[in-house]
């Protein structure tokens, strides 16, 4: 079966779901959200991620610890950790929704109207999956930047900088948003192609409109009897 237009925004947008659903996920177990360089020690360089942190040195490679607690997280992590989590949650329900809403996948008996509802809901959970990542990763950067410049603290203390798990999150948030808008103009395009009630009956012929073709039948008359 050839692919409609419909169709195809239909599977650009699920491919740019799930790879942003996988750069979500990826993001949320790197230890890379803060990087750290002491200029005291060049050779060490420290990581912090949502579950541990860890050091990179050059005599024994990397050493990783997890959180212990998870109220003794800064603020920004708590609520960075809690946020991905949901963000994975709706991501996936998104990308099952509109799977099955789409052209490419046929049941029995679903009809046209479910499966666009299916597909605007999916659409819908992936662009409220790019907001609950792109809010924490963007929050944690506020964060770093906020510390950095920060006058408060001695010249001497080393700062936090940007880790590779946030530009990961950026991009994750952006094929997400972009694959939840393609769903969602695929799913409002197929109601735009669907005639309106009023349209569909102002096309249909009215109902004394004489008819233009008549069974042989009724139009021969019925003959009289004359000798009765």
Same mark, same amino acid.
């Given at each position: &079966?050839? $692919?409609?237009f419909r169709g195809?925004?239909q599977l ?5 779901s799930l790879?942003?659903?996988?750069c /979500?996920?990826?993001a949320t177990?790197?230890? *890379?959200w803060k990087?750290?360089?002491a200029e005291m020690? !060049?050779?060490?360089? $420290? ?5 541990g942190?860890?050091?990179n040195? !050059?005599?024994?490679?990397?050493v990783?610890k997890?959180f ?5 997280? %800064?603020?920004?992590? *708590?609520?960075a950790? &809690?946020?991905m989590?949901?963000? *994975?949650?709706l991501?996936?329900?998104?990308l ?6 789409? !052209?490419c996948c046929? @049941?029995?008996?679903t ?12 659409g819908?959970? =992936?662009?409220?999956?790019s907001?609950?990542?792109l809010?924490p990763? /963007? $929050?944690?950067a506020?964060?770093?930047?906020r =510390? @950095? ?5 001695p ?6 900088? @940007? ?7 950026? +991009?994750?948030g ?5 694959g939840?808008?393609?769903l969602i @103009?695929?799913a409002?395009?197929?109601?735009e192609? &669907?005639?309106s009630p /009023?349209v ?5 012929? %009215?109902?004394w409109?004489?008819?233009? !073709?008549?069974d042989?039948?009724h139009l021969?008359?019925? %003959?009289v009897?004359?000798? +009765?």
């Amino acid at each position: &079966m050839p $692919w409609t237009f419909r169709g195809r925004l239909q599977l650009g947008g699920l491919l740019l779901s799930l790879l942003g659903w996988v750069c /979500s996920c990826i993001a949320t177990i790197l230890p *890379q959200w803060k990087t750290l360089n002491a200029e005291m020690n !060049e050779m060490d360089t $420290w990581t912090m991620g949502l579950w541990g942190a860890c050091v990179n040195r !050059e005599e024994v490679g990397i050493v990783c610890k997890t959180f212990d607690s998870f109220l003794s997280l %800064p603020w920004e992590l *708590q609520v960075a950790r &809690m946020f991905m989590i949901a963000s *994975q949650g709706l991501g996936l329900l998104g990308l099952l929704l509109s799977g099955f809403g789409s !052209e490419c996948c046929q @049941f029995h008996r679903t009809t046209k109207v479910l499966k666009e509802r299916l597909c605007l809901l999916g659409g819908t959970l =992936e662009a409220s999956a790019s907001a609950t990542t792109l809010f924490p990763v /963007s $929050w944690v950067a506020h964060a770093i930047v906020r =510390e @950095f410049w920060d006058d408060g603290i001695p010249e001497i203390v080393p700062r936090w900088e @940007f880790g590779d798990a946030l530009f990961l999150g950026w +991009s994750a948030g952006l094929f997400l948003a972009v694959g939840g808008l393609l769903l969602i @103009f695929s799913a409002c395009m197929g109601k735009e192609n &669907m005639p309106s009630p /009023s349209v569909a009956d102002s096309t249909a012929p %009215p109902s004394w409109a004489p008819v233009e !073709e008549l069974d042989a039948f009724h139009l021969m008359r019925r %003959p009289v009897n004359l000798h +009765s």
